[in-house]
């Protein structure tokens, strides 16, 4: 299970949780103002060039194209190219591996406020019962509170309060 805590500047705080890194990143998308390619993607220069409608690197594809002809002769034609435009900006194309996870994190970090994310049961009650620095303390006890019901709601913790 993965756990997310969000608390917005102006509201009360909310705990969700999300089965696996697929139910994560179909959730995430659905509150998000991009598409989910939009959000992490994977790709390569030729894939992108095919897209295009050209199968081959010819001349016109390169009159055409040549941002994506650059890139295919920079990294590679079948290099893996990712896209994540909350952590790279809007539309760049990066070599280095962007993971998804990291990618939906940063859409939800974009929305505003305060996200934390915990993989695993073991984290969200460590985060609950204080672990966590960012929840921590009397002036979090809402965001708390929030995950705690969370915690509750799907029988990890039983309800002793």
């Known amino acids: 299970m993965i756990y997310v805590v969000e608390v917005p500047e102006h509201a009360a705080p909310r705990a969700w949780f999300a089965y696996d890194e697929a139910d994560f990143a179909r959730k995430v998308a659905a509150g998000d103002t991009l598409e989910p390619w939009e959000i992490h993607d994977q790709l390569t220069a030729r894939c992108l060039l095919e897209d295009m409608g050209h199968a081959e690197v010819d001349a016109l594809a390169r009159e055409c194209y040549p941002a994506i002809c650059a890139l295919g002769d920079s990294h590679g034609w079948d ?83």
């Open 79 to 161: 290099t893996a190219l990712y896209r994540a435009d909350h952590l790279l900006g809007a539309g760049v194309l990066s070599a280095e591996p962007v993971s998804e996870t990291a990618a939906h994190e940063a859409a939800l970090a974009a929305r505003g406020g305060l996200t934390c994310v915990y993989h695993g049961d073991r984290d969200a009650i460590g985060a609950f019962e204080g672990a966590d620095p960012r929840i921590a303390g009397p002036a979090h006890w809402h965001a708390r509170r929030a995950l705690y019901e969370q915690l509750v709601a799907l029988e990890v913790l039983a309800d002793d309060n």
